[in-house]
């Protein structure tokens, strides 16, 4: 992910909320911040400039961290991160996207200081914040009374109702939709097999209810990983299916498959047991493994058995028809 540095509060970063959602984040009537992937305030809402004694647009663009936050607020949280993910965590801005880089939510209590010194103790739900095209440029943070942490996937009658995933059918309808615009385009479209190695085994040793952590902290990380144009669904025995659209060039499939391997790699903390998962992609491309789902699931299938059958990589291609 690209890095941004100050982005204007009138950008597409927070249009890409939408009119209904920015209209509520300005009425909402507890604390709501907008972040750079470097900490920076992008906006704040009247009720927080209101509640820390600030002017309306006064925070824009200067950290949180030393401005709201104590450095030594953010020491102990990169602590408790680090023995919580069994990983080392900077004491800097990526202490907020630590946890949504896993796949897991963050709600946090914190000590906010206001312009005066005055501590205001908050709990604070982080969720992502999206560009036009729909990939990572910063947080949201929203103060919370047990509310649904902001970014967590609704579950809806088109959305799989353990990981909030779109379901099977809501993908079928998409790569119609995808194939007719990418042959009109003339561009591609990869379709990824994704496997949790050892799914059942984990299920069978540690319980259904550990591998259910695991397949929504799967969930949350391609989620984190993926364009909000893609979509990701959940299949059965531990594999998710990734579909990447408008793509140039078929090696931009085997390089997103790569990003995806490594994210999913990384150790999920269940809160009873740590987990290591490894994962393999197949991949197959629209239109040289096939011009419908099917059969560019089952060419990444075919790539997904060779995977198996000892290949020393987590990503491989389907060969050409």
Not at 30 to 52: E, K, V, Y
Not at 154 to 159: D, T, V, Y
Not at 173 to 197: F, H, K, S
Request: proline content about 5%.
């Amino acid at each position: 992910m690209n890095r941004t540095t100050a982005i204007d509060p009138q950008s597409l970063t927070w249009l890409e909320l939408g009119e209904a959602q920015r209209l509520l984040i300005n009425q909402f009537p507890r604390i709501a911040f907008g972040l750079d992937l470097d900490g920076r305030i992008l906006w704040a809402n009247p009720a927080a400039t209101l509640a820390l004694g600030y002017e309306l647009g006064e925070l824009n663009h200067k950290p949180l961290i030393g401005t709201v936050l104590r450095r030594e607020e953010i020491e102990a949280r990169a602590a408790m991160l680090a023995r919580e993910l069994d990983a080392r965590v900077a004491a800097d801005a990526s202490v907020f996207s630590a946890r949504l880089r896993r796949g897991l939510a963050d709600e946090h209590a914190w000590v906010l200081r206001a312009k005066d010194g005055e501590p205001r103790s908050v709990t604070l739900s982080l969720g992502t914040l999206r560009d036009a095209g729909g990939g990572v440029v910063g947080l949201i943070a929203v103060e919370c009374e047990g509310e649904t942490p902001v970014d967590a996937p609704i579950s809806l009658s088109h959305h799989d109702s353990l990981t909030g995933l779109p379901t099977r059918a809501v993908l079928q309808d998409r790569a119609e939709m995808a194939m007719q615009r990418a042959a009109r385009a003339g561009t591609q479209i990869g379709v990824l097999l994704i496997e949790l190695e050892g799914f059942d085994a984990l299920c069978a040793e540690h319980g259904p209810s550990i591998g259910d952590d695991l397949l929504r902290a799967t969930a949350g990380r391609l989620h984190f990983e993926l364009r909000k144009t893609d979509t990701a669904v959940r299949m059965p025995n531990g594999q998710f299916v990734a579909m990447l659209v408008d793509l140039h060039h078929a090696d931009e499939a085997q390089r997103v498959a790569g990003k995806i391997a490594a994210a999913l790699g990384g150790p999920v903390n269940t809160g009873v047991e740590v987990l290591q998962p490894r994962c393999r992609v197949g991949v197959a491309v629209y239109p040289e493994h096939g011009d419908q789902l099917l059969p560019l699931l089952e060419a990444a299938n075919q790539a997904l058995q060779t995977a198996r059958g000892g290949s020393d990589s987590a990503v491989v291609v389907a060969p050409a028809r």
